[in-house]
């Protein structure tokens, strides 16, 4: 009943920045949490940084420091943004949802394409 809508992703040079965008839609009561994972091709899946409902955030250490997540609860939609963007940092970028309902269910997004390289 949730769908998660990714934008932003693209071709950026190392020491760049882009801004992630992942809008909620469907049956949404409430939002115990939103975050960004992201998985390069061969390796698995890894959290980048969320915020809870309250607002505490938390980031990968490879990212403290350089990324952002922010949520807009009227519109539904949870932001990342990524400056001083290392070829690293070069990954399928996913969305995530748990709402705040029973079974706390998680969504996911069809995930947005990030390319860091010159």
């Known amino acids: 009943q949730v769908q998660l809508v990714e934008s932003g992703g693209g071709l950026v040079q190392p020491g760049g920045s882009l801004r992630l965008s992942c809008a909620a839609s469907?049956?949404?009561?409430?939002?115990?949490?939103m975050g960004w994972f992201r998985q390069a091709p061969g390796k698995q899946r890894e959290l980048v940084a969320s915020?809870?409902?309250?607002?505490?955030?938390n980031y990968a250490a490879s990212v403290k420091g350089r990324f952002t997540i922010s949520r807009d609860n009227a519109k539904n939609t949870v932001y990342l943004q990524m400056n001083s963007l290392k070829p690293e940092d070069t990954a399928v970028y996913y969305c995530?949802?748990?709402?705040?309902?029973?079974?706390?269910?998680?969504?996911w997004g069809q995930g947005t394409q990030v390319t860091v390289s010159s």
């Open positions: 469907g049956t949404i009561s409430s939002i115990d949490a």
């Open positions: 915020i809870t409902s309250s607002g505490s955030t």
């Open positions: 995530n949802v748990r709402l705040a309902v029973i079974g706390r269910p998680n969504f």
